[in-house]
């Protein structure tokens, strides 16, 4: 009996070692961090919180970030609920490694796999009758919902649940039959619209950026934050092909900032947030002939029901991180900024940095737009930390005009046919204000106040650039029908904190006045 107590006793000295209770530190962060950012660090709606994922932010900086927030992110600020001791606590936390960082190569990605619809399992025809082109999918962030709406009646088709927090563009594919929708926590889903059934997803990593779809329909590629990876997919069912480690040839990894298709190119185009890089990553059968610098390398795909996948990469190194870039309608050139304001024009044949601009409002230029102004192809984007729209000379990279606004935006749009182009107010008391620009005077022409008080924010144009949707971003929130050459409201849907919306005639023809 006492051997029986004492071997209990010893049981119970042993699991109080291994149950460590939480510390005060770890208590804040589930109570103020593990929402946004994951119980485990490993991101959610925020990014994952790691040493390895941190390694540009100075622990002064982090300290900075909890305080007041962060510019351009949901990140609040902490200084009205935390003592500087407790943020301290919270940024010496974040810097600490994780005892463990799960694998996520191709074999869990391939386990994530779900096939709900084998391809070429579901009828070839819509469940319903819309012109195809002018659909759009209207992300809702609120409740992570998505609607199917009808661009012509601006009717919802279809209300659909979507994986957790989507973030970056849904992309169509296949003349508006398929999007694919990548979430912040790595998820891929693939969704048939004609018969409005999810027919794969599978979990591309932990922590994913956006999502790009090649121009053929073959290929998804997802840049990932965490592992620093880039996954290729096969679009059919998506099966993982690929798995990219996104390292410089000195070893150093780096989070992906974002991927982006270049169709003229057959390549894929990725910017890398910790090391100074830019990769194009050809989905050609074949590599390109006579290019010096890809790193051709095949990967045998497990399975008969795939050949061997060439990937090849291309490196071209360049003189800073790219946090945010912008590809001109040709295909040939990107401008991306840091941080710090610096940006960098990129030719992507040359494989240099070839202009400097500087750009202090800090602009979002995955939201820039081109249009015609007096002969020249203007680039436009909003900022983020200035009330301003920047208007930059796409041959000669000079800013030709800062148009003032009410405050830092966050996205900008317009159409081939529309002499306006339309950019929100996203941050600070004027969030409830709409710009519209006249293309050619380069004057605000028009401020609308959709829903006073709730922020108004990201446009999209039906396929003849006739209606202007806008988001109201808020959890009782609408999408507003204007006529955009009026501005009369014509129609309002409550919608739960639409995003996002995607027209597929817009994205697909690549349309200068939208994001790509
Ligand atoms: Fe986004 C697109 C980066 C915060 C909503 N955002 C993008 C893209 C990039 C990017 C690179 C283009 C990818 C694409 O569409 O394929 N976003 C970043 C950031 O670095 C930033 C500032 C910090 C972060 O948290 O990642 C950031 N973004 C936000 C938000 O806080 C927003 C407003 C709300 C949310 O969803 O988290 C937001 N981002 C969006 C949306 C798009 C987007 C709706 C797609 C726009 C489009 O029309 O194509």
Redo the contacts with the bound molecule.
């Keep these: 009996m006492k051997q029986i107590l004492t071997s209990l006793l010893l049981l119970c000295a042993s699991s109080a070692t291994v149950i460590a209770e939480p510390t005060q530190t770890e208590e804040l962060y589930k109570q103020h961090c593990a929402e946004c950012h994951g119980v485990d660090r490993l991101g959610l709606?925020?990014?994952a919180l790691l040493p390895q994922n941190l390694k540009r932010l100075r622990q002064q900086s982090a300290f900075s970030v909890i305080q007041n927030g962060r510019a351009?992110?949901?990140m609040p600020a902490f200084k009205d609920k935390l003592m500087p001791d407790q943020i301290q606590g919270l940024v010496d936390l974040v810097y600490t490694p994780l005892k463990e960082i799960p694998a996520w190569g191709m074999k869990e990605i391939k386990a994530s796999q779900l096939v709900y619809h084998a391809p070429g399992t579901l009828p070839d025809k819509p469940v319903f009758d819309a012109e195809i082109d002018n659909l759009f999918m209207v992300?809702e962030?609120g409740d992570h919902h998505a609607t199917l709406l009808n661009g012509d009646t601006f009717e919802p088709i279809h209300r659909l649940p979507t994986r957790f927090?989507?973030?970056?563009?849904p992309?169509w594919a296949e003349g508006g039959r398929y999007i694919y929708f990548a979430s912040?926590d790595g998820w891929i889903s693939k969704f048939d619209a004609f018969n409005l059934k999810y027919v794969a997803e599978v979990r591309a990593g932990i922590n994913t950026?956006?999502?790009?779809v090649s121009h053929d329909g073959r290929y998804v590629i997802a840049a990932n934050y965490l592992p620093h990876t880039l996954t290729v997919l096969d679009a059919r069912d998506l099966s993982p092909l690929k798995v990219i480690e996104a390292k410089d040839e000195n070893g150093n990894s780096s989070r992906v900032?974002?991927v982006?298709t270049a169709d003229p190119r057959n390549s894929f185009v990725a910017a890398m947030k910790d090391i100074p890089e830019v990769w194009e990553i050809s989905y050609l059968d074949e590599p390109p002939a006579g290019f010096s610098g890809w790193v051709h390398d095949y990967n045998k795909v497990s399975g008969d029901a795939h050949k061997e996948e060439p990937f090849a990469v291309r490196r071209i190194q360049i003189k800073d991180y790219l946090?945010?870039f912008f590809m001109t309608q040709e295909y040939d050139r990107i401008i991306g900024t840091t941080r710090n304001g610096q940006g960098q024009v990129v030719d992507l044949d040359l494989r240099r940095s070839v202009a400097n601009v500087t750009l202090p409002g800090m602009p979002h230029l995955?939201?820039g737009i081109t249009w015609n102004y007096q002969g020249k192809t203007v680039l436009a984007t909003p900022n983020?930390k200035e009330g301003q729209v920047t208007i930059i000379n796409t041959k000669t990279w000079e800013i030709i005009k800062q148009i003032k606004t009410e405050g830092p935006g966050?996205?900008m749009r317009s159409h081939e046919k529309s002499p306006y182009a339309w950019v929100d107010v996203?941050f600070g008391p004027n969030k409830d204000l709409m710009h519209v620009i006249d293309k050619q005077t380069l004057e605000i022409v028009k401020t609308l106040k959709p829903a006073p008080g709730k922020t108004s924010a990201?446009v999209?144009f039906t396929q003849d650039g006739k209606y202007a949707l806008v988001s109201i971003w808020d959890d009782d929130g609408a999408l507003v029908v204007y006529d955009a050459n009026t501005f009369e409201e014509v129609k309002r849907l409550p919608m739960k904190k639409p995003?996002?919306k995607?027209n597929v005639h817009n994205k697909l023809t690549r349309s200068a006045g939208?994001?790509h």
């Design positions: 709606m925020g990014p351009a992110t949901q992300v962030l927090a989507l973030h970056g563009g992309k912040r950026r956006n999502l790009a900032s974002a982006y946090d945010d995955s939201s983020i966050f996205f996203f990201h999209e995003s996002g995607y939208t994001s």
